[in-house]
């Protein structure tokens, strides 16, 4: 009973999360989809806790006593390894953030001038607060959004030698995009959930989702910002055009078929008008539809686990008291 | 085309050159920088040097430094009989490569995960010249959107 309770609340974070995935078809806002995405890395945590709330009564309480020894061990193992998992994927996290602080204190370097004034400036158009802008000596295109509370823009030389300038005002509001998007913060936090519920399919799907449309988002609000469409779709041929016949350091984890991603946000460009999100044009119908599915999924678990040990005696009074 | 090191792995538990390299490929490279860089080193120099802090055969020093290579860590030349390994990079070049690597991997920037977009497919470079010129073409068109 105890390990078919923790597979089952298990279960329940996967169906629940397949269908808010599914969900999303019908919703056509970046902001909503994002949200939502999140909500599916979340929402293992509730099978988490719940499943180390369950610890308690093997410790200070006596329920299930004819289980079976297999029984006990996987009901008090579960729970167990899930926590361990969960705290690797914090650790990790908070590793690879510190990991980049370090490595970009010792050589980022301050960006020219003109670069700091095109952040300003961007940043203005966004009301956002322009973030710090480095520079990365690198021979390889890289531009890159990291941080927690203090966002960095990080850019390499490359970048400034290789691409005209409506072509690097482009990939710099793409950037400060991400900064108004506050994506450094969800994308450090989308990271660790997935790592702490690895072995969850709808882990991975929902942060695959989350890190492609981040750059679709933010290549759509750097169109907004710059109008400059088609110098943004040349800056990415451009980068992909040195990624594929530059070096390589193997596999990008956790991405698959990249050359379809890059290739399709340069096509979304090219196609006037940029090509819709979702299918329902009514941000209300899909909201009514996903949120109700989120909440039903969290409330399903903790009634799963209250009908299943009621009757045992084992209810969440028991548990609690 | 820039010489890039092969580098697959990273041990962040471990101090300096090892989170990349294994003690072995760490100890033979120390050496090979210790030396002037144009003077570069054979299998055998680098092998006297190591068997007289441990106990080592020959063919794991030449292994190694064979597979150093491989990694473009090293490169060979043959003079007379022998070969004679000479650094890719210097020690500073080789700690700059790899961390822009490793950053690069950390986080994905503008342009996505590009650093596994590395293909020898004719057909996707083709469509990559394809989509420049049309964005070149429809920039001149349109007054370098």
Redesign the interface.
Known sequence: MHALLGALTLLLSVVGGTLVLRCLRRQDQWPNRRELQVTVLAAPTVSLGLGIAGLHHFVGRTCFLGAPPWDYTLGLALPIVMGTVAIGGIAFGVIRQLTMQAVVASRGRPAPPPVQTLVERLAGRLRTAPPRVLLYPSDRPLAITYGMWRPTVLVSPWMLEHLDPQELESVIAHEVAHVARRDYLVVWLATVLRDAFIYLPTSWAAYRQLQHEKELASDDLAVQTTNRRLALASALARVYEQALTGPSLGPAPGLVEPERLIEGRIERLLATPPSPVGRSPSRRVAIGIAVPAVAALLASEAATVAALLTPMGCGPRLLLG | ????P???VFR?DRPGIRKVLGDLEAEVMELVWARPPRQGATVREIFETLYRKRRIAYTTVMTTMARLARKKLLQVERRGTAYVYYPTFSPEEFV?RV?????????????????????LDPR??A???Q??R???R??RA?G??
């Open positions: 085309m820039t010489l890039e092969d580098i697959t962040p700059s961390v822009g690597r490793i950053l690069e991997n950390l986080l994905v920037g503008f342009s996505g995960p590009v650093a596994s977009l590395q293909t996707v470079a469509r990559v010249k989509l420049r049309e964005i070149a429809r920039r349109e370098d959107r």
